[in-house]
Nanobody, 129 residues
């Protein structure tokens, strides 16, 4: 059974940092693309980052490039999102997601990560002074 569990959210001041974790079970994180998607209050879901299966190449949406870093620990079967220089506009519920079905959306298609079929429950990130 595919399961994703996010953790690490919280409240932070602008300019601060947080690291989100996504613990996977029922599949290997090295075998499928995994993405982070966020949803701010009153807005649609936005693809944030993605890490490819096998070679672990990462992709980011433009607004977080240079500030967020996605990584993977195969031994722990967990992916991470290190978020630095946080801004109020980063406030959102952050979800990790994957898709084990054939023909899953490529990591390069960041705006389409919402199509992934398996999602965690999300973790809230609030950036405020």
């Amino acid at each position: 059974q595919v399961q994703l569990v996010e953790s690490g959210g919280g409240m932070v001041q602008p300019g601060g940092s947080l690291t989100l974790s996504c613990a996977a079970s029922g599949f290997s994180v090295a075998a499928y693309h995994i993405g982070w998607i966020r949803q701010a209050p009153g807005k649609g879901r936005e693809g944030v980052s993605c890490i490819t299966k096998s070679d672990g190449r990462t992709y980011y949406t433009g607004s977080v490039k240079g500030r967020f870093t996605m990584s993977r620990d195969n031994a722990r079967n967990t992916v991470y999102l290190q978020m630095n220089s946080l801004k109020p506009e980063d406030t959102a519920v952050y979800y990790c997601a994957t898709d084990i079905r054939p023909g899953a959306v490529s990591c390069a298609s960041i705006p389409r990560l919402y199509e992934y079929g398996y999602w965690g429950q999300g973790t809230q990130v609030n950036v405020s002074s």
